[in-house]
């Protein structure tokens, strides 16, 4: 039987297979830097980066703030991405303290991927990213090392086991409300639904950009393309085509320039440059090459934003509303 190793190894290979991997934004179509390697090579070099400078190594620095922004989206993807360029360097250890000690290698192993899970887990505020690798496999070696010495404790594998559940669906958030009408006590959820998109409808109006939300309506209308809202169902799915709800985000880009987000949050951009360095922005920022890109969706949960589902039709109508009927 494979252990914990191979199993995530195996996963990783499986989850990217040949296609191109982006450390940067996640999406290579998305991505400024134009070449990206397989997995196998993105591996290889992410584990001999690790082993040489992980604290001083860009490659790392993205593949932690990647791992962050996936966390942030309920996303095990990049969390099992971490684990499989790190655990390498377990795999010579585990074997030795197993046959030095006549214990189970197998636990060893298992004990140290719960272990540099539970440092990732509480190292995401407050570490600089650049030393979340050696701290992961610090503290897999030591508690390696007290399975060893049989002073082992009981760790909960609950994050390792979710790395091999079935995927579940992400939930949307609910919207706030803004106005006098508060959508959150409404007590019928298909009127709140359809207030909830008329007020976004009304609010792209004023703003002037209905004529891109439109074009994005139409390839939504045609299958040309789809909303990030998957198996959610909404209040009016059975009479309106549940195909055309998406999240209010996927009408902006993925990714801004940490220039534009800090205006955003209301700090300057050198402010944030010590923030990202110090390991205290709020959230996790993705590297493309010198520069830093910010998720858009982080950016909006981070500032209270609310990132509502809604269904093409009630953005149109509350934008046509805000015109007065006409179009």
């Not at 982006?22 to 134009?34: D, M, R």
Request: glycine share 8%; proline share 4%.
């Amino acid at each position: 039987m494979p252990d914990i190793f191979d199993q995530i190894e195996w996963k990783a290979r499986n989850l990217f297979g040949k296609d191109p991997v982006c450390v940067h934004v996640g999406n290579v179509k998305e991505c400024e830097i134009k070449r990206h390697p397989a997995y196998s090579k993105f591996r290889a070099d992410a584990i001999r980066a690790g082993v040489q400078s992980a604290p001083s190594s860009r490659l790392w620095e993205s593949i932690i703030a990647m791992g962050g922004l996936c966390d942030l989206d309920g996303d095990d993807t990049w969390r099992l991405v971490i684990l499989d360029c790190t655990v390498p360097c377990f795999r010579s250890l585990s074997t030795k303290i197993a046959r030095d000690f006549q214990v189970e290698r197998e636990e060893i192993r298992s004990a140290m991927v719960a272990t540099a899970l539970e440092v990732w887990v509480g190292t995401v505020i407050g570490v600089p990213p650049r030393h979340v690798r050696d701290r992961m496999v610090k503290a897999a070696f030591e508690v390696a090392f007290r399975y060893g010495r049989g002073i082992s404790s009981e760790r909960s594998m609950d994050d390792v086991e979710v790395l091999f559940r079935p995927e579940m669906p992400a939930q949307g958030s609910a919207l706030r409300a803004a106005s006098i009408i508060d959508v959150n006590k409404i007590r019928d959820a298909g009127v709140a639904e359809q207030i909830r998109g008329e007020r976004i409808g009304a609010l792209l109006q004023g703003l002037g950009c209905l004529d891109a939300v439109r074009v994005f309506h139409n390839e939504i209308r045609t299958g040309r393309r789809s909303g990030s809202v998957n198996q959610v169902v909404m209040p009016r799915s059975r009479i309106s085509n549940s195909n055309l709800y998406y999240y209010v985000s996927d009408l902006y880009p993925s990714f801004t320039g940490l220039r534009e987000a800090a205006s955003v949050m209301g700090i300057v951009e050198s402010a944030a440059h010590r923030l990202i360095r110090a390991g205290e922005f709020p959230f996790p920022v993705a590297r493309a090459g010198r520069s830093y890109k910010v998720s858009v969706r982080a950016l909006m949960h981070f500032m209270d934003i609310p990132d509502a589902i809604v269904h093409v039709d009630d953005v149109e109508n509350g934008a046509l509303h805000a015109t007065g009927g006409v179009r």
